[in-house]
């Protein structure tokens, strides 16, 4: 049987007596040289031991057990019980919860930043003036043809019959506000992409590569999902972290440059995360169909563009491209 150390005071004088305590069938014994005695533990008091203090058991008579011995706390029937005193006690003993509480710490700090700052993006993408989105769409458009982009060598009336087509087709499924773009791709090579304050650029090699005006239709299909979800300006203000987004939120247009900066890098290196992709995609295939264009057209020129190497790119290759070629495969035209 267990037995614990305790100091025993009768409650009549301040000595006290080493005893060992032992507990059995309801029942708490304590002995030593010169003192022994038994009680039912239902006549007992326990309080229980806080931070560096002893538990102390109260007897009827006024005599008490000062308890040096922790462990018998576990084998007390209402210890665990006793509620809070009881949790400051396991929790000051182990240092291991104050390990665990600084994890947990970190782990709120790690979500904040790979949940919650995107999330306060979509948000405040959403609360955004469309002046902001369009100046942030001029920058970024800027920087793109400093760099990557140059005007477009297709003729006009070709330009024209394209942005005709889509015209044509946002009356039967309705599109949001947008502005097509052609230009030549250069070293991004077949491309498209959609801009903050709905601008979609389409390049010259995109064009070339579609062997079906439908496929082109199609991709700008993909490219207006993203502008219905804003998209480029939730990437934006996503990339600089939530003290900016609080900094945008005031509506300061001052800023736009800073929320700019970073976007035309982002499309071309990462382009838009995976989710953003698969919104787009759920936009596109909801669209043809109500287009009553055949998704296999997304599908055949995504085919297409995987197997072309380009440098850079919104369609570079990358495991979710199969998957995607099958959604659109296998959907059903309207
Ligand atoms: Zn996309």
């Known amino acids: 049987m267990n037995s614990f150390e305790a100091d025993y005071f009768d409650g009549l004088s301040a000595r006290g007596h080493s005893v060992q305590l032992s507990i059995?069938?309801?029942?708490?014994?304590?002995?030593?040289?010169?003192?022994?005695?038994?009680?039912?533990?239902?006549?007992?008091?326990?309080?229980?031991?806080?931070?560096?203090?002893?538990?102390?058991?109260?007897?009827?008579?006024?005599?008490?057990?000062?308890?040096?011995?922790?462990?018998?706390?576990?084998?007390?029937?209402h210890a665990a019980g006793v509620?809070?005193?009881?949790?400051?006690?396991?929790?000051?003993?182990?240092?291991?919860?104050?390990?665990?509480?600084?994890?947990?710490?970190?782990?709120?700090?790690?979500?904040?930043?790979?949940w919650g700052v995107p999330a306060a993006a979509q948000v405040v993408a959403g609360m955004l003036p469309e002046q902001m989105a369009q100046i942030v769409g001029d920058q970024t458009l800027k920087v793109l043809e400093g760099m990557w982009l140059a005007p477009s060598q297709l003729p006009e009336t070709r330009q024209h019959a394209l942005a005709q087509q889509l015209d044509a087709l946002c009356k039967r499924a309705s599109c949001p506000p947008y502005q097509l773009l052609f230009r030549?791709?250069?070293r991004i090579g077949a491309n498209a992409m959609a801009l903050p304050g709905g601008a979609v650029v389409v390049t010259d090699e995109l064009v070339l590569l579609a062997r079906h005006d439908e496929e082109i239709v199609a991709v700008l299909s993909h490219e207006l999902g993203h502008v219905h979800a804003r998209h480029g300006l939730r990437m934006a203000l996503q990339s600089l972290g939530a003290g900016v987004i609080l900094v945008a939120i005031t509506g300061d247009l001052g800023n736009v440059s800073d929320v700019a900066a970073g976007l035309p890098a982002l499309l071309l290196q990462t382009g838009y995360s995976r989710g953003m992709e698969r919104e787009a995609d759920d936009f596109a295939l909801h669209w043809l169909r109500t287009a009553c264009v055949s998704p296999q057209r997304f599908a055949d020129i995504l085919q297409r563009l995987d197997k072309r190497p380009t440098e850079t790119g919104l369609f570079d290759s990358h495991p979710g491209?199969?998957?995607?070629?099958?959604?659109?495969?296998q959907a059903s035209s309207c």
């Open 24 to 77: 059995r069938e309801g029942v708490l014994n304590w002995v030593s040289d010169t003192v022994s005695g038994s009680a039912p533990l239902t006549q007992l008091r326990w309080d229980p031991a806080v931070g560096q203090t002893h538990a102390i058991i109260h007897l009827n008579d006024g005599g008490m057990f000062l308890v040096h011995d922790r462990a018998l706390g576990a084998h007390w029937p």
């Open 83 to 114: 509620g809070l005193e009881r949790w400051a006690q396991v929790l000051e003993g182990r240092m291991l919860y104050a390990l665990g509480a600084l994890l947990m710490a970190g782990a709120l700090v790690f979500s904040g930043l790979r």
């Open 184 to 186: 030549q791709g250069q």
């Open 321 to 329: 491209t199969a998957e995607r070629i099958r959604q659109f495969s």
